[in-house]
């Protein structure tokens, strides 16, 4: 059966099949080799698009403006200071007002609940771009990156190592299982990820062939990884834990000794980005030929783009 997801919103990638996954990362290399040839495209014109940032975004604005401007959409920066949201008015009317002005609206947040409500009552796509729980769109940009340096996903081996109950380790948990890549999360077990979300996801994980892994040792962590992922260590809105997680994941840093450690020449680099070179990464890995990082970056624009087009396109 064809692929549809008109009117469908994107908050996290559970609500999303690995056929639809995969469909949207064809999508993005079908709208990179657009972009890339120069071709201006119309698939958003006339579209009307809000995009909300209650927490600072370089990645993630840009993409969606662009993406938006490259097919004909029209973006609204909407920053936390100019509306009412969640302040003056509660998020149903908010969201009511904007479904009725906007053809779809991006929310990057602290809750996914919000996220969820704004769906819920605007009656238009929202996107998720980034809550304290997730960052899908993210996923999509990584598993693009990860697909052009090995021509696949499944049964790749994927270790996140850092703060394992943050919003990219959870992504990336819920991703890998539902496209069948092997994931270890490697952290310090206070650190390790919710149970009941490593429950849901070794589920869905059942079903692909996809081993879910926790791991409190760097070393044998990632042993044969094929890509190691990390994130800063305190996430937007923790900044009171950075001493904390400081003390906590020093032996969690991806220098060249924990490159070597994979036993795989291989192995790519990857950040979703902004990176605190020093702690989670070192320079010297980060300016590695290994690290794919700008390439990852890029591909957000065309990620977002295809999942705007995907739920709200012509
Ligand atoms: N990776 C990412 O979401 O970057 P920004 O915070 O710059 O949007
Ligand atoms: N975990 C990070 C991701 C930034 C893109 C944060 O939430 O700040």
């Not at 791991?215 to 990390?230: L, M, Q, R, W």
Request: hydrophobic share 40%.
């Amino acid at each position: 059966m064809a692929i549809n997801l008109r009117g469908r919103s994107f908050l996290t990638l559970k609500d999303f099949t690995s056929r639809e996954i995969a469909y949207l990362l064809d999508l993005s290399m079908d709208l990179k080799r657009k972009k890339r040839a120069g071709i201006k495209g119309d698939l958003l014109e006339n579209k009307n698009v809000a995009l909300i940032f209650e927490k600072s975004s370089t990645r993630t604005r840009c993409a969606f403006t662009v993406a938006c401007i490259d097919e004909g959409a029209h973006p609204e920066f909407l920053g936390k200071n100019d509306i009412h949201l969640g302040k003056k008015e509660d998020v149903q009317d908010t969201a009511r007002v904007l479904g009725r002005m906007f053809d779809g609206i991006q929310f990057r947040g602290f809750s996914q609940d919000l996220v969820e409500a704004l769906a819920k009552h605007s009656g238009v796509p929202v996107w998720n771009g980034l809550t304290d729980a997730y960052h899908p769109t993210q996923i999509l940009a990584d598993f693009l990156t990860i697909q052009e340096a090995f021509g696949k996903l499944k049964g790749l081996k994927l270790v996140y190592i850092g703060d394992g109950r943050n919003n990219m380790a959870n992504s990336l948990m819920i991703g890998a299982a539902k496209v069948g890549m092997h994931c270890t999360i490697a952290a310090p077990e206070s650190l390790f990820p919710e149970a009941s979300l490593v429950e849901e996801v070794r589920a869905i994980a059942a079903e692909t062939g996809a081993k879910i892994v926790l791991e409190s040792d760097p070393k044998k962590a990632v042993k044969d990884a094929d890509a190691i992922y990390t994130d800063v260590w305190a996430s937007m809105g923790e900044e009171d834990k950075v001493a904390d997680r400081i003390a906590l994941l020093t032996p969690y840093q991806v220098n060249s000794e924990l490159m070597s450690a994979t036993g795989n020449s291989e192995t790519i680099f990857l950040h979703c980005l902004p990176a605190n070179k020093g702690q989670e990464v070192t320079e010297e890995v980060f300016e590695s030929s290994r690290s794919l990082v700008f390439d990852e970056a890029e591909n957000r624009l065309h990620t977002i783009k295809a999942v705007m087009v995907a739920t709200l396109g012509k």
